[in-house]
């Protein structure tokens, strides 16, 4: 058995466990490429990170308006787009082949897409918002505009993923309930309600979970669309952590921001957790 076990056991020794434990021994590290002297400070990385006023006031909810956001109108599209498929009407397998493109898109490529398609000079869609009369909007250059199109493109790319999975889960419950409640006259949205959203909860719940989890490491479309900016103003927790570590080269401060995150999300995934075992008994 443990032969067995063995390569599965290199290879995550090898690419999590001893990278994560470098990056502990670092977060206690004065570690500067420019400096490499490696001195031995403490907490002094974790301390500087929780009192940072950009990771206080910008970074921290930043990542969770982007994570609730996100989530929330991902998976609201998702369900009425599942409910949408899983009635039978002429031509659906192509609308539920084209609903499902953004998924096999490169979360990259997408947001460099959206990125050309709102740009302030030659982008389509702005001169198109301009050709029809409306204001300009600096969607790159101002904070909100910038952070919209963060949030819309990761509802752009996530939405399909709510879609097949709630799909699946409603073409999967028993049609007797249902045949009941039609035949006690139970108008559309009652049968939604009282039934069909009770039967989903277990699935949403887990898909709720996973994609919060998920959410907040979110790099790609920040730091395509954006680059965390203007002047920091929608940075996220990733993005804060690769510029410390990556741009500005201070590996230590870096390594500590991203063991604060991790703390942070072993939080929110225990309040999640228990969350899930309270409304639903999936652990079992």
Same mark, same amino acid.
């Given at each position: ?118 740009? @302030? ?14 204001? @300009?909007?600096?969607?790159?250059? @101002? ?137 639903? @008994?999936?652990?079992?």
């Amino acid at each position: 058995m443990l032969f067995l076990i063995a390569p599965a056991a290199i290879v995550l020794a090898c690419f999590e466990i001893i990278p994560i434990l470098i990056g502990m021994n670092a977060s206690f590290r004065d570690w500067s490429l420019v400096n490499p002297q490696r001195t031995w400070v403490g907490l002094k990385q974790y301390v500087a990170v929780f009192t940072d006023p950009v990771f206080l006031k910008i970074v921290l909810p930043n990542t969770f308006l982007l994570m609730t956001a996100s989530v929330g109108l991902s998976l609201a599209f998702g369900l009425a787009l599942a409910s949408l498929l899983n009635r039978p009407f002429f031509g659906r397998a192509v609308v539920r082949t084209i609903i499902l493109l953004p998924l096999t898109i490169a979360p990259v490529i997408t947001s460099t897409m959206i990125r050309w398609s709102f740009n @302030d000079q030659f982008g389509v869609i702005t001169n198109f918002l301009s050709f029809l009369g409306l204001a @300009d909007i600096g969607w790159l250059s @101002d904070r909100w505009p910038s952070f919209a199109l963060v949030i819309m493109t990761d509802i752009w790319i996530w939405t399909p993923w709510f879609t097949i999975i709630l799909l699946a889960a409603l073409q999967g419950l028993p049609p007797e309930p249902f045949e009941a409640a039609r035949i006690d006259a139970a108008t559309p949205w009652c049968i939604f309600r009282r039934i069909t959203m009770p039967m989903l909860r277990p699935v949403i719940i887990v898909c709720v979970l996973i994609r919060a989890i998920d959410a907040f490491r979110t790099f790609d479309q920040v730091w395509i669309l954006t680059g965390g900016g203007p002047a920091r103003s929608t940075e996220v927790f990733s993005v804060y952590t690769y510029v410390l570590a990556f741009v500005d080269l201070d590996i230590g401060r870096g390594a500590a921001a991203a063991g604060v995150g991790a703390i942070i999300m072993l939080f929110v995934g225990g309040v999640l957790y228990k969350l899930v075992n309270r409304s639903v @008994d999936v652990s079992r």
